[in-house]
């Protein structure tokens, strides 16, 4: 496939390293409503920390997959009060 492409690029003009990494991801996380509940729960117990639980949304597809735990925070910083304190 990569040859293919190369050739192609060739054929347009179109500079630069071809690779392809094919999708390894099969089978979706098994992870529900209930799941998530009780994960929120443990995180706010202070069972789990921050990390451990954006990783754990991160890994169920929840959250997006390029995002990093350090750019949810700087958003979170970004974001205003919470809901809770509105009002």
């Given at each position: 496939?990569?040859?293919?492409?190369?050739?192609?690029?060739?054929?347009?003009?179109?500079?630069?390293?071809?690779?392809?990494e094919l999708n390894r991801d099969f089978f979706p996380p098994n992870f529900t409503g209930s799941d998530l509940?009780?994960?929120?729960?443990?995180?706010?117990?202070?069972?789990?920390?921050?990390?451990?639980?954006?990783?754990?949304?991160?890994?169920?597809?929840?959250?997006?997959?390029?995002?990093?735990?350090?750019?949810?925070?700087?958003?979170?910083?970004?974001?205003?009060?919470?809901?809770?304190?509105?009002?």
């Amino acid at each position: 496939m990569e040859k293919a492409l190369r050739f192609a690029a060739d054929w347009q003009g179109i500079a630069g390293e071809i690779s392809i990494e094919l999708n390894r991801d099969f089978f979706p996380p098994n992870f529900t409503g209930s799941d998530l509940t009780a994960w929120v729960a443990a995180r706010q117990s202070g069972e789990v920390s921050k990390e451990l639980f954006f990783s754990v949304l991160k890994y169920s597809e929840w959250v997006q997959d390029d995002r990093t735990f350090e750019e949810e925070q700087e958003a979170i910083s970004n974001d205003g009060p919470p809901l809770s304190e509105l009002g």
